[in-house]
């Protein structure tokens, strides 16, 4: 069969992703990224987004079980005012190159002598946050200064002297800073999602370790990744690919959320894990007998004297390799496939070699990335192994070339019915999904949305 030439649509280079990525340094120079990702300064703006009602509702259930007194320092006796109120006005988060995120909430509080006309207070909180990476592999978000300040609000009334004197002292800056990454929603909950086990089949699973912590720009936030797969609860290890990761500068700001980066040999690692895990074995049903193939190959009807449905058994005898170029995602198997009969007892009397590429459409569902195969673009076929004598190439390929390119794709494409997981994090789906093919590699510039489940 002859190759088929496809193109998909590209799209604008959304991000500065590769630039990002190459400063990373391994934590071991054994491991390499196969995978990345960048959040973006509008990715940022959203979760500060989805943060603001869980930040006020931790606020107003920390604060109003409190008397005023309770957050200021210098209180010699405790006072019956109390917080009555509680509204964030703003929350916002903005990158600090190659430190961190600085955290901003604006909290506008109601306080109140007992029987008395609440006072309006402005609490601002202002937090410089960094990530770690902890020993055992899984990001932190943590505080490196706090700087909490409290102001009257102009009401036009005139406020009791004991408003005015608990404005006047000093914030208790232990108090409300202790802990103040728990004002977003959940991040080292999240942070400690993305490392989790996710499956891929049955058998199979993955999981994507951060090789470093997250290089910080105006760009976005750049993480790299490195893809380990296990079959049976055993890690699989997957050959070293011979070119380590790496992307070119993309010149314009996204204007997406997230983009993920997917390289060539992720790909290739994936299916070598489920090769390694047998899914790829398969039996392919045949409309031959093995009367109807005796006219063809006259051997084998001295073999089975009575008829007997004719059952194909292939299985890949080498690794099978994507390969990536610009629009267009292929996949290569290398298969063995033996011709016999006999049900239960399955008996090989020819073995042939397949060797098929077919194309891979790509696209992501939810959080999971959809794997299909496509038409096939190529195949030859030879003998590998004949208890009926020699049988010339073009009689096995009009005999059994139709079911293995109608089969093999089906088979493949039942193997990943349920897609593979994009890293993630828990809470959050992907919307407005563009899959970009390049060569060696894959970009997903995408949208986050928080599940209605959690909002």
């Given at each position: ?47 500060a987004e989805v943060s603001k009602p869980h930040a006020e509702v931790a606020l ?396």
């Amino acid at each position: 069969m002859g190759k088929a030439n496809r193109k998909g649509s590209t799209v604008p280079l959304l991000c500065t992703l590769g630039a990002l990525l190459a400063l990373l340094v391994p934590v071991r120079t054994t491991r390499a990224p196969d995978c990345g990702g960048i959040l973006t300064p509008l990715g940022l703006r959203y979760f500060a987004e989805v943060s603001k009602p869980h930040a006020e509702v931790a606020l107003r259930r920390d604060l109003m079980a409190l008397r005023a007194s309770d957050l200021f320092l210098g209180s010699a006796s405790p006072s019956r005012d109390r917080i009555t109120s509680v509204k964030v006005v703003d929350l916002w988060l903005s990158l600090i190159p190659e430190a961190g995120l600085r955290l901003g909430i604006e909290v506008e509080l109601g306080i109140a002598p007992l029987r008395a006309m609440p006072t309006l207070a402005r609490l601002s909180i202002q937090a410089d946050l960094h990530v770690d990476l902890g020993p055992d592999g899984n990001l932190q978000l943590l505080t490196s200064a706090c700087r909490p300040t409290m102001h009257a609000q102009s009401t036009g009334e005139v406020e009791s002297k004991s408003s005015r004197s608990i404005l006047s002292k000093k914030v208790d800056v232990e108090k409300l800073c202790l802990d103040i990454s728990k004002l977003l929603l959940f991040p080292n909950e999240q942070l400690i999602s993305l490392t989790a086990l996710l499956p891929v089949t049955p058998s199979c699973q993955l999981q994507y370790l951060p090789l470093a912590v997250p290089v910080f720009s105006k760009q976005g936030i750049a993480l790299s990744l490195q893809t380990t797969f296990q079959v049976a609860g055993a890690a699989v290890p997957v050959p070293v690919s011979p070119v380590p990761f790496s992307m070119p500068e993309l010149a314009s700001a996204s204007t997406s959320h997230l983009i993920l980066a997917l390289s060539e040999h992720f790909y290739t690692s994936l299916y070598f894990t489920l090769e390694r895990a047998g899914a790829f074995n398969m039996t392919i049903p045949s409309m031959l007998t093995t009367a109807t193939l005796a006219r063809k190959i006259t051997q084998v009807g001295s073999l089975y004297p009575e008829d007997l449905p004719i059952m194909l058994s292939a299985a890949l005898r080498s690794s099978p390799r994507v390969v990536l170029e610009e629009g267009r995602a292929a996949l290569k198997l290398f298969l063995t496939v033996h011709i016999g009969a006999g049900t239960p007892d399955f008996q090989s009397f020819l073995s042939v070699s397949v060797d098929v590429t077919t194309g891979l459409q790509l696209s992501v569902s939810d959080t999971r990335m959809m794997i299909s195969t496509a038409m096939i673009e190529d195949a030859e076929l030879s003998l590998a192994a004949s208890d009926v004598g020699l049988v010339p190439a073009a009689l096995l390929e009009e005999l059994f070339l139709a079911p293995v390119c109608q089969q093999v794709p089906a088979w493949m494409d039942d193997v990943l019915r349920e897609g593979v997981h994009l890293p993630h994090l828990s809470r959050f789906t992907y919307t407005d999904v563009s899959v970009v093919i390049h060569k060696d590699y894959v970009l997903v510039p995408c949208n986050l949305k928080l599940q209605s489940t959690m909002a």
